[in-house]
Structure formats: C-alpha cells, structure tokens
C-alpha cells in the first residue's frame, strides 16, 4: 500500500497518470487530501468505483484527537494525537501575538535519551511518517478552526533521526493548496546529529535550526545527554559555525536550566567563550522536573544571573515564556501523565 498523502502533488499526479485517472480526478484527489481528508469515502465527487480502487492501493495515513486539554492560563491547546496502529503522539498549538505556532513530533518516542526529558525514557518505538506529521496541523487547524503559520519541531522525537520523512514533510509543508506554511517559519530541534546537520546545510534551507546545546563542555552534557559521546560540543559548536555560515540564518541554542548541574556562573562563562563571534541566539528554558529523572529546575534568581552574564558577554539571550503549564504542555510529559512541580 502506497502512502497518498506523503506524495508532493507531481508525484501524485504521475502516479495517478499511471493508472490512467484522468489528470481532473487527479487534481479533485490532490483538493481532498489538502482538505485533510483520512478516507476516499469521503471524496464526494470521486464515482465510487474509483474511491474502492484507490482505497485498495493506498492508505491516507493521519492523526485523530484521542485527548484535548485546553490552558486556562493562557489559551495553549494540548493534544494526544492517536495513529492508525493504536501509537499515540503528542502536539501542542500555542497563541503569540503573530499568531498560532505548533509544536509537532515527529517520532513515537525517542531513542537518545536524555536523562532529563520524560519522551526519551521509554525509547523510539517508530518513526512518524510525511502525512502524519501534516496530519497534526490539519487536524489542529479544523478543530480550532485557525490557521497555523508557523511550526516548531520540538515535539517527541529526533527529526534528524527521522531525516528523510522530515524532509519529505517540510516539502509538503510548503506546497501550495495545502497547509502552505513557508520554511522561513519552521524551527528544527535537534539534540545534535552532527552528521546530519552538515548534510542539512548542504540544502541551504531557509528554517530556523535549534541545537539543543544544555552544557558549555563534555563533561557536563555527558550527564544530560548520551549524544555527547557521540559527539563531543567543540565537533557540534564546529558544525554549528559551517551551517550559520553557510545559511546566513542565526542558531538558535537551547539551554535548559537545571539546579546544580548546568547553571553556574562558570558555566555561563565558559558558554559564552564557546560561542563568541557565532551567528547565533541562546533560548534559556527553566527544566522542567519530570519524574523519574534526578535533574530539577534552577531557581529564577539563577536563570536571571545567568542571563546577565550572557548578556554582557555580548551573547543575544531570552529566556523562553512557559506557556500551558498547567497542562504540562513539555515534551512527552502528558502522555506519561507526568505532574509537573511548579
Ligand atoms: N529531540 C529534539 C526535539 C524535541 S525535544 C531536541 O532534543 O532538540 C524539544 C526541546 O525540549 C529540546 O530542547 C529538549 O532538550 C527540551 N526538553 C526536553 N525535556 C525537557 C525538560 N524536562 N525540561 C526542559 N526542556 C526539556
Ligand atoms: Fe529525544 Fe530531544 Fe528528548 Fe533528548 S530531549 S530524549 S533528543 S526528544
């Protein structure tokens, strides 16, 4: 069985060709599935015979909502989205001021992990197909009846482990007709691939690229990060330095505070010295606690000292907004129904 809905629309179209659907059937399939529909029952203007025949080729894999828990706070939406064979992922929609960002996985699960991150405790069980990571916007989009336009990829999974699907996806992504949302709006979490981010930057896409960097040496990311022992911080800050060159585009480094481990004035200083002169911007996170993990949030006092000092070192810093923290809208913390300890 074909997956119809991971195919760009030329692809479709000469696989359809092949068949011998005449091209205005083919553009009536291509509307339907931009409309985000999960059966060709549902494509009402197809005859019947061919809804079968197409139904006995392919499948239109996608997401639906098993759960929904809406931020009191502040309007964030959390969704437990299930697949086809029972897995279940999880997205978050946030509102900015410019408008609806998502947050999509795209794997179930995780292999790297990361002792501090609740969706790298139980491992990878799949890689998340093109269609079901569009799948979660669509279905975002219908429900809320909103337009998403921009993405982050920082739901569970590694997407430069699932290289080739999130590549087929962002391509989709920008197709016209369909969702249309442009790279210049998508941002890429990486724990640090090295590899593959040299051969993203080949590419020279115009996304956002954010390396979830944690610690300023070794040893300190090798108690967060099993990745570290692949890579070493001077290989991934190296790799980092090519592709802001190569791209022109800023990286942004995601830093997780956490109490005792990662949040010293030293590690502030030695993380400015490793960045100096990089195109790049640091996003300071509070951790958030998770159970069944050792590390704990720094306190707020560490986070603002620890800003200041990026800050006079000439290093662009924020501190990221918690958004839905009354649902524990963090990666992978609803679906093992983790309380988070505010
Ligand atoms: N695998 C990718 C993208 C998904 S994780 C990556 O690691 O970058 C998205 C972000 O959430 C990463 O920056 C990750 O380090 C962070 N994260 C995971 N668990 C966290 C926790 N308990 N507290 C704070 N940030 C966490
Ligand atoms: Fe995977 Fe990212 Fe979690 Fe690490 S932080 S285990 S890379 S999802």
Redo the contacts with the bound molecule.
């Keep these: 069985m074909i997956d119809i809905k991971s195919l760009e629309k030329e692809e479709l179209q000469a696989q359809l060709q092949k068949q011998n659907i005449p091209a205005f059937r083919a553009k009536q399939i291509a509307s339907w599935l931009d409309k985000g529909v999960l059966s060709f029952g549902e494509m009402k203007n197809l005859p019947k015979d061919l809804q079968e025949t197409l139904a006995k080729q392919y499948v239109i894999p996608g997401v639906a909502i098993e759960k929904k828990y809406v931020s009191k706070i502040d309007g964030t939406v959390k969704y437990l989205f299930s697949l086809s064979d029972g897995e279940v992922i999880e997205s978050v929609l946030m509102k900015y001021k410019h408008g609806w960002s998502q947050c999509l996985s795209t794997q179930v699960g995780?292999?790297?992990?990361?002792t501090?991150?609740a969706?790298?405790m139980e491992g990878c069980k799949r890689d998340l197909l093109p269609s079901e990571m569009l799948s979660q916007i669509e279905v975002a989009q219908k429900d809320n009846d909103i337009r998403v336009s921009s993405i982050v990829l920082m739901g569970?999974?590694?997407p430069l482990d699932n290289y080739e699907n999130v590549l087929r996806f962002l391509e989709l992504l920008s197709e016209e007709g369909g969702v249309h949302i442009g790279m210049r709006h998508v941002s890429l979490?990486t724990?640090g691939l090295v590899d593959k981010i040299k051969e993203l930057q080949q590419l020279n896409l115009q996304l956002t690229l954010s390396v979830?960097l944690h610690a300023p040496n070794d040893a300190i990311r090798l108690q967060l990060?099993p990745?570290a022992k692949k890579w070493s911080v001077e290989e991934l800050l190296a790799a980092c330095r090519e592709y802001a060159k190569t791209t022109s585009r800023r990286i942004s480094f995601e830093y997780a505070m956490f109490d005792g481990i990662n949040d010293s004035k030293e590690c502030a200083m030695e993380l400015a010295e490793q960045l100096k002169g990089m195109l790049c911007h640091v996003n300071l996170i509070p951790g958030n606690t998770v159970a069944g993990s050792r590390t704990k949030r720094s306190s707020a006092s560490r986070l603002k000292e620890f800003q200041t000092i990026l800050d006079s070192k000439g290093i662009p810093v924020t501190v990221r907004r918690t958004l839905g923290a009354d649902i524990n809208a963090s990666?992978?913390q609803l679906r093992r129904g983790d309380r988070e300890e505010i």
């Design positions: 995780c292999r790297m992990g990361c501090f991150c969706t790298g569970m999974g590694e979490s724990c979830s990060m990745i990666c992978g």
